[in-house]
């Protein structure tokens, strides 16, 4: 079945500091890449989606690129921010099957 | 930007006894999704629902779990009997042609089954 490996469960950074936080995945069929943010008690909320492979997608700061030759697709900020500071998913959808896998998720702290 | 809402916010029952989460999609999304993420852990697929019917259905969706939306109205989780092991944060997310469109998800609803 698919899986999404998120190796990372706890990253803390100063802010300013540049944010990477790692995601792989294993599907045997086609895919769509998602990372989804969750601030304390809220709802998960879409970061950024992806589909295309070597191709960066970019919102609010944050990148990724999806690099289906190494099934990766890592979140990235060049300069961390306090408000960053939240849980983590990567997700993988796969296209066959129509389910959505999350990875174990990323605590990310920044402090000052 | 679009908004799903669950009610209650938090549910406190009787193992035994049955709940119903409630969740009012966005008005115009046609897939609608329960997941489930008990305290600490991560987030984890339930179930998923098109066209009045289960598409896909994870090992956690238990023969005590049923989904339904009638009419158009709120897309409901109920689980009857409830057991010690459904005390859990419930979502519920809506996306418009599938899980490859972005996923909205709904502010949770909390449950406690003492």
Redesign the interface.
């Known amino acids: 079945g698919d899986s999404v490996t998120q190796t990372e469960g706890l990253v803390t950074l100063t802010e300013g500091l540049p944010v990477m936080l790692n995601c792989t995945y294993q599907t045997a069929y086609s895919t ?1 890449l998602f990372w989804y943010v ?1 601030h304390l008690n ?5 970061l950024l ?1 992806s ?1 295309t492979d070597n191709k960066r997608t970019e919102h609010q700061g944050f990148h990724a690129t999806l690099h289906k030759s190494s099934s990766s697709f890592h979140l990235q900020k060049s300069s961390a921010q306090l408000s960053d500071s939240a849980l983590y ?1 990567c997700a993988l ?1 796969n ?1 066959n ?9 990323t605590v990310l702290t920044v402090k000052p | 930007g679009p908004k799903v809402l669950q009610i209650p916010s938090h549910q406190i029952i009787d193992m035994g006894q049955m709940v119903t989460l409630n969740c009012d999609p966005v008005s115009n999304h046609l897939y609608f999704y329960w997941y489930k993420q008990i305290l600490g852990q991560q987030m984890e697929f339930l179930v998923n629902f098109y066209n009045g019917k289960v598409m896909e259905k994870s090992k956690l969706f238990k023969d005590q779990f049923s989904v339904e939306r009638p009419d158009g109205s709120y897309f409901t989780l109920k689980i009857q009997p409830t057991a010690l092991e459904d005390s859990a944060v419930y979502f519920c997310a809506s996306s418009l042609r599938g899980a490859q469109d972005t996923q909205y998800f709904g502010p949770g609803t909390r449950l406690l089954v003492l």
């Not at chain 1, 099957?97 to 998720?105: E, H, N, P, R, S």
């Open positions: 769509f969750q809220e709802a998960p909320k879409l989606k589909s998913y959808y296209t099957t129509g389910k959505l896998t999350f990875g174990d998720g």
